[in-house]
């Protein structure tokens, strides 16, 4: 028999959901860090140099492709992708939540945050 969706099963599910979200997200940046110190760690730091990030890792796409190819870089900017992941998941779980729960007004309020989010995300522009 399902158990019902109640305020504490929501809340139990929200938190293993960002628990989990925040343990796979450092778990991806700790092994990118350790690829990029088993491949760089030797090499003298260049503080006279700025290099900026290179364009494939300024966007998801070639985020997620230099991860799955096991370039340093990629799985460490994977990770922090995953971390910014986390928190807008728990809100599209939360407006789930509240319609289960048939309360309109959070679903609403929680719309407007996602809304907030995915505005900030996409660095302020429509």
Do not use: C
């Not at 809340?11 to 940046?29: F, H, S, T």
């Amino acid at each position: 028999m399902a158990r019902p969706w109640s305020d504490f099963r929501i809340e139990q599910i929200v938190g293993n959901l960002l628990r989990i979200g925040v343990i796979i997200a450092a778990a991806v940046v700790a092994i990118g860090a350790v690829v990029f110190l088993v491949r760089h760690g030797g090499e003298p730091p260049q503080y006279k140099i700025f290099r900026g990030e290179p364009s494939n890792l300024r966007h998801v796409g070639g985020i997620v492709t230099d991860a799955f190819s096991g370039h340093a870089r990629g799985l460490i900017q994977l990770g922090l992708l995953l971390l910014i992941a986390t928190p807008v998941a728990r809100v599209v779980f939360s407006i789930f939540g509240f319609a289960l729960e048939r309360d309109h007004a959070y679903v609403l309020i929680t719309l407007i945050v996602l809304g907030v989010l995915a505005f900030s995300l996409a660095g302020g522009r429509i």
